[in-house]
C-alpha cells in the first residue's frame, strides 16, 4: 500500500530499525536512533541493489517519488542510476577543481620544464598576455563549459586591438592548452581551440627594420663617437660592431667568459640562440655542446679591458643595468637605452635596430666573396665553433 504524507509524518524512533514500503522499490527507512531516510530498490544485473534518495522532511514524499520515476527512466534506458549519480556528482567536483585558470596554471608550469626563462621569452610574454586578455574573461569558469565562441570572443578583442601578432600567439596557446586539457582533465572530449586560425584576420606585409648597409658605416661611427648618453651604451654597440654577436650573447656577457691572453671570448652553448634551440630538439645539456668561440681584435679586447676595470663586485654581467641597485641585472633588450641613437640614425620612418647590425656583418662578408659557410657559421649563425678570422677551432 502507497505511502502517504498522514503515515510518514509519525514515523518514530521504537528502539529499532523498521521500514514504510511505499510503491515502485521506493520506502522510507527508520533507523533505531529516529533517523528517517528515502530508498529506492531495483534490479541490476540480476542483483539487487539500493540507492539513497535523501532524508526526510528534507525530501518530501512528492520529490522522493520523483527522484525515484527518474531512477525508474534511467533503467529503462539501460543505465545503472547509482552510477550515473556518482558520475554526475564527479563532474560536478571536476568542473569546480577544473576551473581554466587551474588548468592553465598547471599547463603553464609543464610548459616551464621545457621553456627557457628570460625578459622575452614565451616563458615570460605568456603569463603577461594571459593576465591582461585572457583570465579576466575566462579565469573563474569552468574549463568543461569554455566553448569555441567564448574563444573567440577573446581573440577578437585582442584582433579589435590591431595587435594581430599577439592574437596569432593566443590562437596557439589556446591549441596547446587544451591539447593538455584532453589529456589531464577526466570527462572533457573536444578541443574548442582546434581550427581557430580559419576565421582569423590576414597578418599586414611584413615591414622589417633596416639593417646597417656598409656605405652607412663611417656615418654610424662618427655618430657612435660622438653621442652623448651612457658610456656603456656606447661600448656595447661598439663591441657588436667589433664582433658580430647577437644582443642576447651581448648583452649576457660575463667576465669569465673572456680569455684575454689568447683574445677569445668563449660563449657558453645556453646563452647562444641556434645552440638552444638544437638542445631542446635532441635533449642535450649544455655540458655536452662546444661553446661558440669569438676571436677578438684589438679595439674590442680595449672594450672589454675597459669594462672589467669598472667592474664593481656585486656585478654580475659585464654590461651592468644602472637602473638594477644590486648591479645583478643584465642590460636592457635595447642594448641599454640605445633608443635615442637609433632616432638619430633611421632611414625613413624605420630606425636601426642593434640587432640588425648582424645583417650588415653578414651582407659584407658575402658581398667580399667569402664561402657560404663561412657566413652561415658565424657566430649566432648555426654553426657550432667556427671563429671569424681563424676557421674552426679543434
Not at 166 to 182: D, I, P, S
Not at 267 to 275: S, T, Y
Not at 286 to 296: F, G, Q, R, S
Not at 319 to 339: K, M, W
Amino acid at each position: 500500500m502507497a505511502l502517504s504524507d498522514l503515515a510518514v509524518r509519525p514515523a518514530k524512533a521504537t528502539g529499532k530499525a523498521y521500514t514504510l514500503p511505499d510503491s515502485d522499490g521506493l520506502s522510507l527507512a527508520v533507523t533505531a536512533a529516529g533517523g528517517r531516510t528515502w530508498h529506492f530498490r531495483y534490479y541490476w544485473a540480476g542483483k539487487q541493489k539500493r540507492m539513497s534518495l535523501g532524508t526526510y522532511p528534507e525530501v518530501t514524499l512528492r520529490e522522493a517519488r520523483s527522484l525515484r520515476d527518474e531512477a525508474r527512466a534511467l533503467l529503462a534506458r539501460g543505465i545503472n542510476p547509482r552510477v550515473h549519480r556518482k558520475q554526475k556528482r564527479a563532474a560536478v567536483q571536476l568542473a569546480h577543481e577544473n576551473t581554466f585558470d587551474a588548468v592553465y596554471r598547471s599547463w603553464l608550469a609543464h610548459r616551464g620544464l621545457s621553456l627557457k626563462a628570460g625578459r622575452q621569452t614565451t616563458l615570460s610574454i605568456l603569463p603577461r598576455i594571459f593576465d591582461r586578455d585572457v583570465l579576466p574573461a575566462l579565469g573563474k569558469r569552468s574549463i568543461h563549459e569554455i566553448k569555441r565562441p567564448d574563444l573567440l570572443e577573446v581573440i577578437a578583442r585582442i584582433e579589435r586591438r590591431r595587435v594581430l601578432c599577439v592574437a596569432g600567439k593566443v590562437r596557439t596557446w589556446f591549441n596547446q592548452l587544451f591539447r593538455y586539457t584532453l589529456v589531464v582533465v577526466p570527462g572533457l572530449e573536444q578541443n574548442p581551440a582546434s581550427d581557430l586560425d580559419v576565421v582569423a584576420l590576414p597578418l599586414p606585409p611584413v615591414n622589417h627594420n633596416p639593417f646597417l648597409r656598409m656605405p652607412e658605416l663611417p656615418k654610424l661611427l662618427q655618430r657612435l663617437r660622438s653621442y652623448r648618453g651612457r658610456r656603456q651604451t656606447q661600448l656595447g654597440l661598439r663591441l657588436l660592431l667589433l664582433t658580430g654577436v647577437r644582443t642576447g650573447e651581448l648583452r649576457q656577457a660575463m667576465p669569465d667568459q673572456f680569455d684575454l691572453d689568447r683574445g677569445l671570448w668563449i660563449i657558453p652553448p645556453d646563452v647562444v640562440k641556434q645552440l638552444q634551440v638544437g638542445m631542446r630538439r635532441k635533449r642535450q645539456q649544455a655540458k655536452d655542446i662546444p661553446p661558440y668561440i669569438v676571436p677578438l681584435s684589438v679595439q674590442a679586447m680595449q672594450i672589454v679591458r675597459h669594462l672589467l676595470d669598472a667592474f664593481k663586485p656585486a656585478q654580475h654581467y659585464l654590461f651592468r643595468d644602472d637602473v638594477d641597485r644590486a648591479q645583478r641585472d643584465r642590460l636592457s633588450e635595447g642594448v641599454g637605452g640605445c633608443a635615442p641613437l637609433a632616432r638619430r640614425f633611421q632611414r625613413g620612418q624605420r630606425r636601426l635596430q642593434p640587432r640588425r647590425v648582424r645583417g650588415a656583418a653578414a651582407s659584407h662578408d658575402a658581398g667580399l666573396g667569402r664561402p657560404p659557410r663561412a657566413v652561415r657559421t658565424e657566430p649566432g649563425r648555426g654553426g657550432r665553433r667556427f671563429t671569424r678570422d681563424q676557421g674552426d677551432v679543434a
